[in-house]
């Protein structure tokens, strides 16, 4: 079965820019709702529980069809959301990026400042639910979107940081007010996560 992980920090660890009420209806019920969802899914399919998330929705099409929309929303929902948690951080020295990861930034989109509008610009230009992706695919960096709880994966891309835009991810604090919650994210970024993440 799979389960729901642990934070590696408090809910209210990230205020005053993502707010603990927040913090903890995304993962205690929205995270939560999309594992049982999961779990419901595969109980006709025990072989599956043994894979890895990444495993199990990287290739939807192999699943018996019973069952991949589920996966893709629900296996989907997991993954991404499991990412999205380890990819912020309270602790100052992680919000810190290394030379080697801001020279590949620069190397891919002409500096940080350039890298970060393009991606601010897919996390607010995605109509309705979904993500912001930074990905590596084929030894480059490329930032994506995507909808609903697709995952980077099924497009054959590794994903390294990821930007939660459903409305469940600000709505308490920002409302409609997408653009300022992103503006927020951006000082709650684990960049040592992002540089391990590319470095696998």
């Not at 929705?57 to 989907?76: A, Q, Y």
């Amino acid at each position: 079965m799979f389960k729901l992980m642990p934070l590696n920090y408090q809910y209210n660890d990230l205020e005053p820019y993502i707010d603990a009420k927040t913090m903890e209806i995304h993962h205690s019920k929205h995270h939560q709702t999309y594992i049982d969802k999961l779990n419901a899914s595969l109980k006709e399919h025990p072989d599956l529980l043994n894979k890895d998330i990444s495993e199990l929705v990287k290739d939807i099409d192999s699943l018996p069809e019973s069952i991949r929309i589920s996966v893709r929303n629900n296996g989907g929902g997991h993954y991404n959301h499991s990412l999205f948690w380890n990819l912020m951080t309270p602790d100052l020295d992680q919000q810190k990026i290394s030379d080697n990861l801001s020279k590949l930034i620069q190397t891919n989109f002409g500096d940080f400042k350039t890298f970060q509008e393009k991606f601010t610009e897919s996390a607010v230009g995605r109509f309705g639910s979904g993500w912001a992706w930074l990905v590596s695919k084929n030894g480059k960096l490329e930032i994506i979107s995507t909808a609903n709880q697709d995952t980077p994966l099924e497009l054959g891309c590794n994903p390294i940081l990821g930007l939660d835009v459903w409305e469940h991810a600000y709505y308490l604090k920002y409302q409609n007010r997408r653009p300022e919650y992103i503006d927020a994210w951006w000082n709650v970024v684990n960049w040592q996560e992002v540089e391990k993440r590319l470095n696998k």
